[in-house]
């Protein structure tokens, strides 16, 4: 099938470059000149797993990118919107890329056209889509508007669209829904992953994958309900781990009693210092508005918010309490983006405890595998930043873990333990285990877990201050 994907940014660039291998003929749009052209050039601008070889497979093949709208809207049949959808200062929804977008495809709609709304928006958007377009002169025969939310995580985008859970359509029509089944038909029917060539399945794939048609208004709920009801499984577990903090238990000890419950599950409960993104905390604040707007005070969502916010202030308490005072104080911060595996630091909370620390006046020495030059982009020359974690260590008066990169936890410790200056680790992603911190000579602080001490210490060396 023909289609066009409007937007290249994590949605639009990888939801394109996997529709070209299921086999469609794509057409991704930006009105970023500068990005089209380098997507042109063969340049891949996101960290992303398999992406760079699905580009390298279809770039000028099946997959051509362009700036001009209107043409790809009049060579495709089916039209994905997946341009950003910020914030505005309230917190409701910013929509007028979307609206932009809608007018500009009205003025192309020559035969039959389905306009389908990717990006995450508030419940009803489908309907204002097709009215902007009927307003701005598209005929109402001519084009329908459907919903087909993602629920991509970046890092995994590449598998979690060639493998999903679930693919959910929401559509008013026979035509629509049936248009999109078949645009999805190889995940579907299972053929897919039989391909010699198929991007390898991830562990406990759903093959084949589970269609879900609903209305459009009903699609849209799900994907703002299906990421505040995730972010609220790590506010209620970060609430647990400070608990465990006070009375001396250990999250990863409650983690598993309560998530070996089917009903609870034992995914997404990872405490940390907090959650961050470019959904997340977006999403949440547009569901609260939409819930508002429709009469419901959603209150439960403040809650969820409040927390993660407070979740990066506790983590700030920590590192004062282990180092008594921050002045002068030379860091080791190990990660930047918002979570291991991807390049992105939008609502990082490792950038915002480093502007933080940055206010108390420390001197921060950073790493990441990927982060690196979009950090600089933010934090400038105000942060040093390092060639590895050995480097970012060296002298440091203490390491700061702020991001699950897998590297990160398979560290040599003795190396570190040589670089640091102190032997002061402060882990804000639970990535190794307290006890053998201890055995390896390091003051060690986590959390929701008990602090670990080198045995010989352990006398001269208690907690300064409590983080609480
Ligand atoms: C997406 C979804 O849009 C958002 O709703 C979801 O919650 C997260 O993922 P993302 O792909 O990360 O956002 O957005 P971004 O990286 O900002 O990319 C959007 C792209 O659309 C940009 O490349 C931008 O240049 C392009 N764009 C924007 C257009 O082509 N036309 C416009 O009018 C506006
Ligand atoms: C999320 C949703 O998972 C995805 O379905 C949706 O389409 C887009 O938003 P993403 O933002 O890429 O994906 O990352 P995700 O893996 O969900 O993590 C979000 C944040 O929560 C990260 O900052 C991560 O570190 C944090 N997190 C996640 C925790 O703190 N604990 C956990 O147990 C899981």
Same mark, same amino acid.
């Given at each position: ?6 937007g290249s940014?994590?949605?639009?660039l990888?939801?394109?470059?996997c529709?070209?291998e299921l086999?469609h003929?794509?057409?991704?749009v930006?009105?970023d000149?500068?990005?089209v052209?380098a997507?042109e050039?063969g ?14 497979r279809h770039?000028?093949k099946r997959l051509?990118f362009t700036s001009?709208?209107?043409q790809a ?5 089916v ?8 914030s ?7 929509l007028?890329?979307v ?6 495809i ?5 035969g ?6 990717k990006?995450?928006?508030p419940?009803?958007?489908s309907?204002w889509v ?10 109402e025969n ?10 991509l995580r970046e ?5 979690d ?8 359509i929401?559509?008013?029509s026979k @035509? #629509?829904?049936?248009l ?6 190889? &995940?579907? =029917?299972?053929s897919y992953?039989?391909? !010699?060539?198929a ?7 759903r093959?084949p994958a ?6 459009t208004r ?8 299906s ?8 506010s209620?577990?970060?609430?647990v ?5 006070a ?5 990863e000890?409650?983690?598993?009693g309560i998530?070996?419950d089917?009903?609870?599950?034992d ?9 961050g993104?470019?959904c997340?905390p977006k999403?949440?604040?547009?569901? @609260? #508005?939409?819930?508002r707007?429709?009469g419901?005070d959603?209150? &439960?969502? =403040?809650?969820v918010?409040?927390?993660? !916010?407070e ?6 308490r920590k590192?004062?309490?282990?180092l ?15 979570k ?5 630091v939008r609502e990082s909370?490792a950038i915002?405890?480093?502007?933080l620390?940055l ?7 950073a790493y990441?595998p990927?982060?690196?030059v979009?950090s600089?982009?933010?934090l ?7 060639e ?9 008066d203490?390491l700061?873990?702020l991001s699950?990169?897998?590297e990160?936890?398979?560290?040599s410790l ?6 640091l ?7 804000g992603r639970?990535l190794y ?21 080198p045995?010989?210490?352990s006398e001269q060396?208690?907690?300064l201050r409590?983080a609480?």
């Amino acid at each position: 099938m023909q289609v066009t994907v409007v937007g290249s940014g994590y949605v639009g660039l990888v939801a394109s470059a996997c529709f070209a291998e299921l086999g469609h003929w794509v057409i991704c749009v930006d009105n970023d000149t500068a990005k089209v052209a380098a997507l042109e050039r063969g340049e891949t601008p996101i960290h992303e797993r398999f992406l760079p070889e699905l580009l390298e497979r279809h770039r000028g093949k099946r997959l051509k990118f362009t700036s001009s709208l209107s043409q790809a809207v009049q060579q495709s049949a089916v039209i994905f919107i997946a341009v950003g959808t910020p914030s505005t200062d309230n917190g409701d929804c910013d929509l007028s890329y979307v609206e932009v977008v809608a007018r500009e495809i009205s003025r192309s709609v020559s035969g039959y056209k389905l306009v389908v709304q990717k990006s995450t928006v508030p419940v009803c958007t489908s309907e204002w889509v097709r009215r902007i377009m009927v307003l701005n002169g598209a005929p109402e025969n001519a084009f329908e508007v459907a919903s087909n939310p993602e629920f991509l995580r970046e890092g995994t985008a590449v598998s979690d669209f060639l493998f999903p859970d679930r693919i959910v359509i929401g559509a008013n029509s026979k @035509r #629509a829904a049936c248009l999109l089944q078949e645009i999805y038909r190889p &995940l579907t =029917d299972g053929s897919y992953t039989r391909r !010699e060539n198929a991007i390898p399945e991830p562990d406990q794939a759903r093959i084949p994958a589970r269609l879900i048609v609903t209305s459009t208004r009903s699609a849209e709920l799900i994907k703002h309900a299906s990421n505040a009801f995730l972010a609220m499984k790590i506010s209620f577990i970060n609430a647990v781990g400070n608990i465990c903090e006070a009375v001396g238990a250990n999250v990863e000890e409650v983690c598993d009693g309560i998530g070996s419950d089917p009903r609870i599950g034992d995914r997404f409960l990872s405490p940390g210092i907090g959650y961050g993104g470019s959904c997340f905390p977006k999403d949440l604040k547009a569901f @609260r #508005a939409v819930a508002r707007e429709s009469g419901y005070d959603f209150r &439960l969502l =403040d809650e969820v918010i409040r927390i993660n !916010e407070e979740q990066c202030l506790r983590f700030l308490r920590k590192v004062r309490s282990a180092l008594w005072t921050l002045k002068g104080k030379r860091l080791a911060v190990l990660g930047l983006a918002f979570k291991g595996g991807t390049d992105d630091v939008r609502e990082s909370p490792a950038i915002t405890l480093v502007e933080l620390l940055l206010r108390e006046g420390c001197e921060v020495v950073a790493y990441d595998p990927a982060a690196m030059v979009k950090s600089r982009e933010v934090l400038g020359n105000r942060v040093t930043f390092a060639e590895s974690a050995y480097d970012a260590a060296e002298d440091a008066d203490a390491l700061l873990l702020l991001s699950d990169w897998e590297e990160f936890a398979v560290l040599s410790l003795p190396r570190l333990r040589r670089a640091l200056k102190y032997p002061i680790v402060i882990d804000g992603r639970n990535l190794y285990d307290p006890q053998m911190m201890g055995e390896n000579g390091f003051m060690y602080y986590s959390v929701g877990r008990p602090e670990a001490f080198p045995k010989e210490n352990s006398e001269q060396m208690p907690q300064l201050r409590k983080a609480s």
